[in-house]
């Protein structure tokens, strides 16, 4: 099988050798900085003319040729504004997106020898290029108020930058070191570097490479910082950061230093104390010495992520940071540490060749942390985790589709393509890491531990020896990683093939689901097991190969080995017991420690006490095994691997029984069981004891447990003093009460002994002889009220309000206590604010059930820039699930523009995150939030706003997705142009929106028994008029009848509902002169009902959806000719239907700048206000790109409350003379037609809320203006027999 990348040539005629980056200037006030770069490149042919480098956001003045010799250069960087085509950019379609993005990524993709800025070399150069002697480009730029790449963080109080605690840093979105400097910004260009950077005296640059030295300027008022990197480093992997630091140099290992902001340098120091601990491990593990001659770790504000590490140093988050008394952040930490480390070797010495290999150094370094993870925390640490992430990957593949770790052989089904990490979304970039980790393990079981160790050893030999060496072409390449340079050393250490494993496993996407189940064959002393495969599932595999199954019996564990080759599989196992019934004997485990057994459970004539199947997490599964209940509680009691333990309750939740309960309570009891198992039996029983509550006798299930491990000695119902040095025993008195809190009597509310039970805690909670802090026990205790929480008893007003006008004394109790809680934190805040995190979510709690008002004025000021950012977070939190309950159009946008606009970019992803995982309505629904001002919204998001920040614009693509799908969004209007190809060999619903040549007569007679219709509508069926006035007569050689489906449905979905259908006129009918105005069919969404006077209805989206209709008969004429004789015209149909809502003026959306302002006939507002945009940055003209910030004008306000509305114009008393000039004309043609047809047609989808549609006939008539209700079926002065120049089509077309 031939990958993708290897049918091209090498791209590049020449070699990077050394590059100089040198900062001479940096401005925190205007967040700004100027400095050159200097490339040196060896010519590797002779014909060399051209040089293409990487830069985005950068401003270049200047390039030079070995110092003298001045260059021209072009800039042009297409995913500034990825569609740029006005058709495509009309129909909002991700799928175009996709392909114009991915189009555009590849035209500036180093890997493929392109770049942002073409370079042409002067006639001068020609001799030295002939000579294949190097040059050096010498490139001057500057940079201002970056969006992406280089962070300023600057508070605002008073004071110098450094007493402010000013400083920046970069960050990286994969290959994005080209939005801070020019450079060739891929993996495959490891060069030496030389870094200058100067800076104020205050202040302390932090960068790749070893300090030679630090000379201040002549003016004693700046000082510059000199770093070399003798080990060739490829761009994305350099990395700054600048600020008042202070400086603490490892007391351990004096080649690492710390650095931090002001005033953190105590915490600094107990966080970094155990960081020796980390390199002798790695070092003896791979029997390699760091491949660097010093490490740096950054701690700074506002970081991109919590981790990123670069060669020689890693920027951290000061969140991690924590003093001797937190015990939940050390454990955090130092995983956090320990991978960063592990990427040094992986990921930053050694890295990937092209992006389809970058599944090996992720994988390999998340492996080796995970490996430091069973060294420092366990085994059931390690192991507990493995099954996590094993969960998460398969939940994540069937839910949303495979992973393909190399996409240079196969491409997964996603709406985005992954042959380039900028197009990625990020949550299947969270799995891909997953996933990599995974099939290292399982690498790991295939060729066993010592030898995956080897091949560690041996790439880190070859990359270590080809770092020593001078430039040459192909001198580093043993420092690129690839998945077939790979195979060859695996190959060499070990001796194996391990190809079909990477076919199977890296080439192919989705995971082995097992069904499973057994009979035990008491004749035949056998266990007969089904095996079967769902390979047939969303994200499933076919599995071919081996497969363990692990037997418990009376006389010991016994493993047993099966191939898997067809899609349902029989086995037989042999058992080595008999049915013991009566006897007592030890049973032995699989640890071989025997242990006596109450068997009166089990099966009298069976010698088998559970099963299990891939007991070592070896292959990349899900298994849904069928076994009885207690064999699950045997497994759950006995089995000694947590995953055991774990698998057994989960399957548990299924049997609520006595014996259950008794289980998950020993368990729970059980000081030698690992304290995350004993957790998840807390929350089991919890479920269980819902389940058996008709029958559950005694206290609440857990009470006694907790008061008999803390509880007081004299007094058990009152809690000890805090005393956290066990940690078993911390991690269990905040899991039991939030497992408590779950707990519901007959009425399904919590028992108010539980509630007591919680607010004594509170009360009794003393933690002054502690020595650690109980900061999360007590936001625990915080989310255990919260989860006490039930619906309340509302009434309901007339104007549709909840009120609850008596809280219930429980109730008012919880309320009481979280106020007090958060008020106590304004006063006292503990670490990290986590009490107030916990106090938010339970006011949100409160709100979401009727306890309290449903306000989001309190998270909106907790969302503000400036608070601890976890606050900011569980805030944002609160509002994206507020914006989903309560539909609110002003908290979406802000919360948008909080995406756009935060300076805190981390906080921006999370938000995105957020509103993804929960968005305010799904593909199909019908929501007072789903107009086509939040499609442009989004639009402008995805197009350009976003262009600097791949990682939060794929995000945003993924919220867009969740709502609208991936092709054309259904609340868009009709295109000007478009074209429908229909078949109608097809028996399916026809278009209603094409009408055929034997139905067109019909369609007149129909159009004739309507007085108040005064133009026929028809539609030839040889073709379909585009735009009359513009556009040529396109001829059709097939019939016009066309097949409906929706917008966001691929081409060959199923016929959905219709939508109603009403003209428009187009913006060049506006006017006195002009040409001859163009009529168009314009969609109508929802139905439409008459408001009060004076109400100014801008647009169609001004009308709500109404609930869905049932689907049409296959025959059905256009909606724009379909009527009702009960309409409101007529006595018996005036108000024979109720009124649908209408959304208010404020509500109404607009175009984005990005595309085609359009005025619309049915507005009778003259302009938008502008003032809801933001104007564009006015840019100096220079010889390179500037900062592309502000160039694309906004068109939402971040404060406003009212959406900015659609740029429209009142129709005029000359276009209702255009609009009924050929009225009379077309009377005289209806009547000679009408002799052929003297029947009328009823159809079955005339209903009677027809006339509704027409309820605006008469006040447009009138009026001569836009009536307050826009209609769907305009009267004779609004229609024509131009009416056919332009299709009638559907948002739930695809436009072609």
Request: glycine share 4%.
């Amino acid at each position: 099988m031939m990958k993708q990348e290897e049918l091209i040539e090498p791209r590049r005629s020449y070699k990077l050798a050394h590059q100089v980056l040198c900062i001479k200037a940096i401005n925190f006030n205007k967040q700004s900085l100027i400095g050159y770069v200097e490339l040196t490149i060896y010519p590797l042919r002779a014909d060399l003319r051209e040089i293409k480098i990487n830069s985005k956001q950068s401003r270049i003045y200047r390039i030079l040729v070995n110092g003298s010799w001045e260059c021209k250069f072009w800039y042009s960087d297409p995913t500034l504004e990825a569609v740029q085509k006005e058709e495509q950019t009309r129909t909002r379609s991700l799928d175009n997106f996709e392909k114009e993005y991915l189009s555009g990524l590849n035209s500036v993709n180093p890997d493929f020898g392109n770049g942002e800025v073409f370079i042409k070399l002067p006639p001068e150069a020609i001799p030295t290029i002939a000579d294949l002697q190097p040059l050096r480009i010498n490139i001057e730029f500057s940079l201002e108020q970056p969006e992406g790449g280089l962070h300023f963080v600057v508070p605002g109080n008073e004071g110098s930058m450094a007493e402010r605690g000013a400083h920046m840093f970069s960050y990286r979105v994969e290959n994005s070191a080209r939005l801070w400097f020019p450079c060739i910004d891929c993996y495959a260009e490891p060069c030496t570097w030389k870094l200058e950077f100067t800076c104020d005296l205050s202040m302390t640059a932090v960068s790749c490479g070893d300090l030679l030295e630090m000379v201040y300027t002549s003016d004693r008022r700046q000082k510059t910082y000199h770093y070399y990197l003798s080990t060739p480093t490829s761009a994305p992997n350099i990395a700054v950061a600048i600020g008042p630091f202070e400086m603490l140099v490892d007391p351990n290992m004096h080649e690492v230093t710390h650095f931090c902001l002001p005033h953190l340098k105590s915490i600094l120091k107990h966080t970094t104390s155990y960081l020796h601990e980390s390199f002798e491990f790695f070092e003896e593990l791979m029997s390699s010495r760091y491949p660097y001659s010093c490490y740096k770790q950054v701690f700074v504000d506002e970081a991109y992520e919590d981790a990123q590490s670069f060669a020689t140093m890693t920027i951290f988050s000061t969140n991690l940071l924590h003093s001797s008394r937190i015990i939940d952040q050390t454990i955090i930490t130092r995983k956090y540490m320990a991978s960063a480390i592990a990427q040094q070797f992986f990921g930053c010495f050694i890295v990937m060749q092209t992006w389809c290999d970058a599944w090996l150094p992720k994988g390999i370094s998340a492996f080796l942390g995970e490996l430091f993870v069973k060294k420092t925390f366990g085994n059931n640490e390690y192991k507990h985790g493995i099954a996590q992430c094993l969960r998460e990957v398969e939940q994540y593949e069937a839910l949303s589709g495979g992973i393909v770790l190399d996409p240079s052989y196969s491409k997964p089904a996603t709406y985005f393509s992954c042959m380039q990490p900028q197009t990625i979304s990020p949550t299947y970039m969270e799995m891909y890491h997953k996933k990599a980790l995974l099939i290292v393990r399982m690498l790991e079981a295939r060729i066993g531990a010592t030898l995956l160790l080897q091949v560690f050893n041996k790439l880190q030999a070859l990359a270590f020896t080809a770092s020593q060496q001078k430039f040459m072409a192909t001198a580093w390449n043993n420092m690129l990683l690839s998945t077939n340079s790979f195979l060859k050393v695996i190959f060499t250490v070990t001796g194996k093939d391990i190809q079909p494993f990477i076919d199977q496993w890296v080439c192919q996407s989705g995971c082995a689901r097992f069904v499973g189940n057994f009979v035990f064959n008491r004749k035949r002393n056998v266990v007969e097991i089904e095996i079967r495969q769902d390979y047939t599932a969303k994200g499933s595999l076919r599995y071919v190969g081996p497969l363990e199954v692990t037997i418990q019996e009376l006389d010991g564990s016994f493993n047993h080995t099966f191939n898997i080759e067809e899609n349902k599989t029989k086995f037989e196992i042999t058992c080595h017991s008999k049915s013991r019934r009566n006897k007592k004997k030890k049973i032995p485990l699989l640890t071989g420690e025997e242990v006596d057994m109450d068997l009166s459970a089990m099966d009298a004539d069976s010698p088998v006490l559970w099963l299990r199947m891939d007991k070592d997490l070896n292959l990349l599964r899900s298994i849904t095994w069928e076994q009885p209940d207690y064999m699950s509680q045997y497994q759950l009691r006995y089995e000694r691997d947590v995953v055991a333990q774990c698998e057994a309750i989960q399957a548990l939740k299924a049997f609520p029984s006595a014996a259950t309960r008794k289980a998950l309570t020993d368990v729970l009891e059980c000081e030698q069981s690992y304290y995350k198992v004993r957790i998840e039996a807390a929350m089991c029983l919890a479920k269980i004891a819902n389940m058996m509550v008709s029958t559950w006798a005694g206290p609440p299930a857990m009470l006694t447990i907790f008061r008999k491990l803390f509880g007081s000695h004299s007094c058990p119902s009152i809690v000890r003093q805090n005393n956290f040095t066990n940690l078993q025993h911390y991690f269990l008195i905040k899991a039991i009460p939030q497992a408590m809190a779950q707990l519901r009597n007959l009425h399904n509310i919590c028992p108010p002994e539980v509630v007591r039970f919680l607010l004594d805690l509170f009360k009794y909670n003393d933690n002054s002889k502690n020595k650690y802090s109980d900061n999360y026990y007590r936001a625990a205790l915080v989310d255990a009220l919260a989860a006490t929480v039930t619906p309340a008893v509302t009434t309901v007003t007339l104007t549709g309000q909840s009120v609850n006008t008596d809280l219930s004394s429980d109730t008012k109790a919880i309320l009481e206590e979280v106020t007090r809680c958060l008020n106590l934190e304004k006063l006292l805040p503990c670490y990290g604010h986590t009490v107030t995190v916990s106090c938010l979510r339970a006011i949100r709690i409160l709100q979401k059930f009727g306890h309290l008002p449903s306000d989001p004025s309190i998270f909106r000021s907790y969302a503000q820039h400036g608070v601890y950012q976890d606050v900011r977070l569980v805030a944002i939190e609160s509002l994206v699930d507020f914006i989903k309950t309560d539909v609110n159009v002003s908290e979406l946008y802000w919360l948008l523009e909080v995406v756009d606009r935060d300076p805190d970019r981390f906080v921006s992803y999370e938000t995105i995150r957020m509103l993804s995982a929960k968005p305010p309505f799904n593909r199909g629904e019908d929501s007072l939030l789903n107009t086509e001002a939040l499609v442009n919204r989004l639009w402008k998001l995805i197009n350009c706003s976003l262009a600097s920040d791949s990682k939060i614009r794929c995000g945003v693509v993924d919220f867009y997705f969740a709502m609208f799908g991936k092709y054309r969004p259904a609340c868009l209007h009709v295109p000007d142009s478009f074209m429908v190809f229909s078949n109608v060999k097809e028996k399916k619903p026809i278009n209603p929106a094409i009408v055929s040549e034997t139905m067109t007569d019909m369609f007149e007679d129909d159009d004739e028994d309507i007085p108040s219709l005064g133009a026929t509508t028809s539609l030839q069926t040889s073709s379909l008029l585009l735009d009359s006035a513009a556009s040529p007569i396109i001829s059709m050689d097939t019939p016009t009848g066309g097949i409906k489906r929706r917008a966001e449905s691929p081409p060959f979905a199923p016929p959905s509902k219709f939508t109603s259908l009403m003209k428009q006129e187009s913006s060049s009918s506006l006017h006195g002169d002009g040409p001859a105005p163009v009529k168009k069919l314009k969609i109508m969404f929802g139905r439409c009902s008459s408001v009060e006077e004076g109400v100014n209805v801008t647009t169609s989206k001004s009308v709500a959806p109404v609930t869905k209709v049932e689907r049409l008969p296959p025959v059905l004429l256009p909606e724009f000719l379909r009527f009702s004789w009960g309409g409101v015209d007529s006595p018996e149909g005036r108000g024979s239907r109720a009124e649908a809502p209408v959304l208010p003026l404020a509500m109404a959306g607009g175009l984005d700048s990005c595309s085609q302002s359009r005025l619309s006939e049915d507005s009778n507002s003259s302009q938008g206000d502008s003032s809801q945009s933001r104007p564009p940055t006015t840019v100096a003209p220079a010889s390179g790109p500037t900062s592309f910030h502000g160039l694309f004008p906004s068109s939402a306000s971040s404060s406003a409350n009212v959406l900015p509305p659609t740029p429209s114009s009142q129709p005029t008393t000359d276009t209702q003379g255009d609009m009924t000039g050929d009225s009379t004309r077309h009377r005289l043609k209806k009547k000679k037609k009408k002799n052929k047809h003297k029947h009328k047609h009823k159809h079955k989808h005339d209903r009677a809320d027809r006339g509704r549609e027409r309820s605006g006939d008469r006040g447009w008539g009138e009026r001569g203006v836009a009536s307050p209700m826009v209609p769907s079926v305009q009267s004779v002065t609004s229609m024509s027999s131009n009416t056919r120049d332009s299709a009638p089509s559907s948002p739930d077309f695809e436009v072609i």
